[in-house]
């Protein structure tokens, strides 16, 4: 494993040689947080988040998983990670923020969410209260976070795309996510119309193939929407992800020379060198939650409404 990282590392550091973005003083800015979403499910999401997330933290970066997908706890079990804790915990008072915080190859840190987002919902004021205050410490402690929401429209994954301003949408270039891609990026239009939206295109056949994709979506998004989106990258079709998820190790670090590994650390390093001074979410994490639970609120009640 150590040799994996050394690897990378010196992957990584060969590119930040050439991208000013990857030296030794970090520009001083507000933090970004960016929630990977998509519409239909299993086109690469979490995986993106981890190797992405990979890339970053071997520039310096201090990244922040946010497992937020309320499946299956998709992070840790990519990552073979067993976590004690989970947000839920958190929102039972149990633990605090801090405590929950698991330690992820190649420096990252992530937060499971198990079901916890749910129970966060219903989380007393008090609860909240020491919530917030535990993620106004972590803030400080991180450059980047990372939100893996999962796949759809539910009202928590809407609560999310809300509530930040930067989002990724992942797509695969089948039809149907590609539809359904759109659909997602429409509702953050119509939800959300300042967030910054940007679109990667995962198991593309080669660069021209996943352009042409992203061209599309933007084109439709102009034109019915009057929205930009922009394409922040594409990752090949690659036997080596299958590989590293079944032995539960990001792509990353155990094929660090792969084609989807090249792929991932343009795609950060892009994501890394865009000016998000317009769009860095400077109201913080507490802000970002207290908006998440206002919005998910929100949205479990319309849904409650709309079924009674
Ligand atoms: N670039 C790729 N090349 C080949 N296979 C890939 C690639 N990316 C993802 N896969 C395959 O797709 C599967 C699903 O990936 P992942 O779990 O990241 O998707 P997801 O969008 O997070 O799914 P979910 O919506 O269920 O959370 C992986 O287990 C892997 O087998
Ligand atoms: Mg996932």
Do not use: W
């Not at 499910?41 to 946010?66: E, F, P, Q, Y």
């Amino acid at each position: 494993m150590i040799d994996q990282a050394q690897s990378l590392r010196k992957v990584v550091e060969d590119y930040g040689r050439q991208h000013s973005y990857m030296t030794d003083e970090l520009p001083v800015r507000p933090q970004r947080v960016i929630a990977v979403t998509s519409g239909k499910g299993g086109v690469g999401k979490s995986n993106l988040v981890i190797n992405m997330s990979i890339a970053l933290a071997s520039g310096g970066t201090r990244v922040l998983i946010v497992d937020a997908d309320l499946g299956l706890g998709n992070i840790d079990l990519l990552l073979g990670i067993t976590a004690r804790y989970t947000l839920e915990h958190v929102a039972t008072g149990e633990v605090s923020l801090q405590d929950i915080q698991v330690t992820g190859p190649g420096g990252i840190r992530i937060i499971p969410g198990g079901s916890g987002a749910q129970c966060l919902l219903r989380a007393s004021e008090e609860e909240r209260i020491a919530l917030m205050e535990s993620l106004e410490t972590l803030q400080y402690q991180t450059d980047f976070i990372i939100i893996d929401t999962g796949a759809g429209l539910s009202p928590n994954v809407l609560a999310f795309l809300t509530s930040v301003q930067e989002i990724i949408v992942v797509t695969t270039p089948e039809p149907t996510a590609v539809a359904d891609a759109y659909a997602t990026v429409k509702m953050i239009a119509y939800e959300n119309p300042g967030a910054s939206i940007m679109l990667v295109v995962n198991m593309a056949k080669d660069r021209k193939n996943a352009g042409d994709i992203a061209e599309n979506i933007s084109i439709v998004a102009k034109k019915f929407l009057a929205i930009d989106t922009s394409f922040l990258g594409f990752v090949p079709r690659d036997p080596m992800v299958v590989k590293a998820v079944t032995s539960q190790q990001p792509f990353l670090l155990a094929y660090p020379y792969s084609n989807a590994s090249k792929a991932i650390i343009r795609v950060a390093e892009k994501l890394a060198g865009c000016d998000q001074q317009a769009s860095s979410d400077t109201r913080g994490l507490a802000g970002l939650f207290a908006r998440i639970f206002h919005r998910a609120k929100h949205e479990l009640k319309k849904g409650s409404n709309e079924i009674g």
